[in-house]
């Protein structure tokens, strides 16, 4: 299947010596709109991309979409998954690594707690639940180790059981892949659902697997590189802080340790650098929570389109569009939201007529269709996300939606103003 190599475009090229120590992230930050390749980090002997997804258009392209119709095509995806099949070569097995430090690994901000892995898919496997992907900060500790940030999902519950049983788990990192992975691997799954097989529904052909070399999990044969290892069980050490998707400080906390078997790349292999709370960052973490964000909304109303704003860091603040038929919709819509992602802090529903791409038009909606004693409905001591600074311990927020539709008995105030063809 395609690798990152066939999607990538590149905008500009940095062509000097670059430190990997602040500088490149710097200037991808400054470049946001822009995918860079950078020729000479110093230090490794490597190129680095970053900004490999630049904007909603750029992922939904990679996706074989549009952002109008991204949403429906997830949807498709999910009801006819593609199964992975087994690759008839594994460039990512063209080279071998002496460790980690041969890797072009960035230190991104001020305080950060150093040098972090942050566009490494990780898969793994359960006895019972089969395959995982999924995507973890890894922070750079010595050659061969890195710890890892897991948060208490799927490959949570793989290490704990493993853990439970004196018994390693066994992990392989890939990095440098095409977007459709990226996406599915940061898609949510309520289940064990395979990851991989969305990954090939989205990318419209399955993902060509390259068996593990050092341990069993199989990794996608386009990855520029590849990283094997094992979870230790009972070993700990501090991770963190490191800025996250809202561009403040997650906390330091006591994390698992990869203890790295091998590592193998592409001839030539490019770095995929992907700088927390940038853009791409926003975009790939964000845009895999719109679908079910949709699916729950669109139990209680008909819903037009649903995203997650950049300027709530993709994250917090949703946008909901729908074509409104009852009284009680949008309360029920918000609600819906709110179960659909449950990190979110504010949503905003929207009649179908603006466009929720658009802030401006959002804040006209609330501008002129809201009335905060009638239209706001706050949840008070919820489970938010900790990625708010604002929230209080163990992320409790208060959540608020805000109904900017029109009311229905509405009447020609709301109308927007038109301006008639003038006839020559
Ligand atoms: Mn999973």
């Given amino acids: 299947m395609k690798g990152l190599r066939e999607f990538l475009e590149v905008d500009l090229e940095v062509e000097e010596e670059v430190s990997l120590d602040f500088e490149v992230s710097k200037i991808l930050m400054d470049h946001y709109k822009e995918s860079v390749l ?3 980090p ?9 900004n490999l997804v630049t904007s909603r258009e750029r992922m939904c392209s990679a996706l074989s979409t549009t952002r109008e119709k991204f949403i429906a095509r997830v949807r498709e995806a999910l009801k006819n998954p593609l199964e992975p099949v087994v690759a008839s070569r594994s460039p990512c097995r063209e080279k071998v690594l002496k460790d980690l430090y041969q890797l072009p690994l960035l230190t991104h901000f001020k305080g950060d707690a150093g040098a972090y892995i942050t566009s490494g898919v990780v898969f793994a496997e359960d006895e019972d639940k089969g395959r995982n992907a999924s995507i973890h900060r890894m922070l750079l500790l010595d050659e061969n180790h890195l710890a890892i940030r897991l948060v208490e999902r799927h490959l949570h519950a793989f290490y704990h059981r493993k853990e439970a049983e004196g018994e390693p788990l066994e992990v392989a990192v890939a990095i440098g892949l095409h977007p459709s992975i990226l996406f ?8 064990f659902e395979d990851e991989l097989s969305l990954a ?23 990855a520029e590189i590849v990283i094997e290892g094992k979870l230790l069980p009972r070993e700990r050490t501090r991770e963190g802080p490191f800025t996250d998707i809202t561009g403040t400080y997650d906390r330091a906390r006591q994390q698992p340790v990869i203890e790295v078997t091998g590592i193998t790349t592409r001839e030539n292999p490019i770095y995929h ?4 709370s940038s853009m791409e960052h ?3 973490m964000g845009m895999p929570r719109e679908p079910s964000i949709y699916e729950e909304v669109s139990r209680v109303a008909r819903v037009k389109n649903a995203a997650l704003t950049e300027g709530g860091c993709s994250w917090l603040h949703g946008v909901v569009a729908i074509e409104k ?3 009680g919709e949008p309360r029920k819509a918000i609600e819906a939201a709110f179960r659909g992602h449950k990190s979110m802090k504010h949503v905003v529903i929207v009649d179908g007529d603006i466009d929720i791409f658009n802030p401006w038009q ?13 239209d706001a409905y706050v949840y008070k001591g919820q489970r938010g996300s900790s990625l708010d600074p604002s929230a209080g311990e163990d992320a409790t927020t208060t959540k608020v939606g805000l109904d900017a539709t029109v009311p229905l008995e509405g009447g020609d105030n709301y109308k927007r103003a038109s301006i008639p063809e003038v006839e020559k």
């Fill in 325 to 327: 038929k009852g009284k």
């Fill in 38 to 40: 950078f020729h000479q």
């Fill in 282 to 284: 926003r975009l790939l």
């Fill in 362 to 374: 959002v804040e006209f909606a609330l501008a002129t269709r809201f009335q905060a004693q009638s």
């Fill in 42 to 50: 110093k230090g490794s002997n490597m190129k680095v991309i970053g």
């Fill in 184 to 191: 599915a691997a940061s898609y949510s799954f309520n289940g």
């Fill in 273 to 276: 650098a992907l700088v927390p």
């Fill in 200 to 222: 090939g529904a989205l990318a419209g052909e399955p993902v060509t697997l390259s068996r593990g070399e050092s341990v069993s999990p199989a990794v996608p044969s386009e």
